[in-house]
């Protein structure tokens, strides 16, 4: 939020740089970045709805999503004004996505060794990324209120409902690729399936027995990866070439950081009163969200063929 600040006040001290920039071309900024991590949750979000199924054995899809987020703390309070102050936003977007990649390319090979420090990699990545698509936002929303004469508070409002409603429905997207290429399981008439364990009934402590979880053709897996891989690149390489860099708008690039500092500043951001506040709501989402990542989409998996087992069934 620090290097965010002071692009901003960069920018409001040289008007001529916001007069000098049409307001089509930051709409069009925006569409690039909102596309962009369209692209880049489709493959995440998917990704991960899939960890607690395809990867159930030994709990290492729900350790990996754990290494992602464990990750992400330790990154949110030091590397994103450090990344970028040194990179600027444009920049600290690719490098971030990047991170993404070596998380997806694991899905080839998931063994702890490969699954655990990707998550990693890619929890560093994330806090910078988030931080600079915010930096970004905010920046172009000041130049475009100054253009447009607009309240700069309606038009923050404006520019982060575009972004998130590309954003939210990456989920949509991803777990769409993945019911596509998932094919049902092979049904046999006189089999006789035990299904008191689904719904309500599941418990993630007995999932080893119910057939229901048992992992995919790697076919299946591999296609799908490598679609999300191909979103990931694809988002990489329209940020790179079509997003124009916030040095347009007042950025300064390169400019030095005191990492002493930055530690104690983040340190002072949690005496904070109303940063307090928001560490219960903070916790009770993080909550939400596991369970929703691992037991919700195990719940999903069993429920889904269940219902495709009792369809085959009664048309033969």
Not at 96 to 109: E, G, K
Not at 226 to 232: D, F, H, N, P, T
Request: one cysteine or more; proline letters at 3%.
């Amino acid at each position: 939020m620090t290097s965010a600040g002071n692009v901003v006040e960069n920018s409001l001290l040289d008007h001529s740089v916001g007069n000098d920039v049409g307001k089509w071309r930051i709409l069009k900024n925006i569409a690039i970045i909102s596309i962009a991590f369209l692209l880049q949750f489709t493959a995440f979000q998917g990704t991960g709805s899939l960890q607690s199924s395809v990867n159930a054995e030994d709990g290492l899809g729900t350790m990996a999503l754990s290494s992602v987020f464990g990750a992400i703390i330790v990154s949110c309070a030091f590397i994103p004004t450090l990344a970028i102050r040194k990179l600027t936003a444009k920049w600290t977007l690719c490098l971030s996505m990047f991170c993404y990649v070596p998380f997806i390319l694991a899905q080839f090979y998931p063994r702890f060794y490969t699954l655990i420090p990707a998550g990693c990699l890619l929890g560093l990545g994330a806090a910078p990324l988030w931080a600079a698509q915010s930096t970004y936002l905010t920046q172009v929303a000041y130049i475009y209120a100054n253009i447009t004469q607009q309240s700069i508070e309606a038009i923050i409002v404006r520019f982060f409902g575009i972004f998130y409603l590309c954003w939210q429905s990456a989920e949509l997207w991803g777990n769409l690729i993945s019911g596509l290429v998932l094919s049902p399981p092979e049904i046999l008439s006189n089999s006789t399936l035990d299904y008191s364990l689904c719904g309500s009934n599941f418990c993630a402590s007995t999932s080893k027995d119910i057939a229901n979880l048992q992992r995919p053709p790697d076919k299946e897996i591999f296609t799908i990866m490598g679609i999300y891989l191909s979103c990931i690149f694809l988002a990489i390489t329209i940020t790179s070439l079509f997003l124009d860099p916030l040095t347009m708008y007042g950025e300064k690039k390169g400019e030095e950081t005191n990492v002493g500092q930055l530690v104690m500043a983040t340190f002072r951001q949690l005496k904070k009163f109303n940063q307090l506040l928001l560490v219960p709501l903070t916790m009770f989402i993080g909550m939400e969200q596991a369970n929703f990542a691992a037991d919700l989409t195990q719940v999903r998996t069993i429920q889904k063929t269940y219902f495709l087992k009792m369809k085959l069934k009664r048309k033969i």
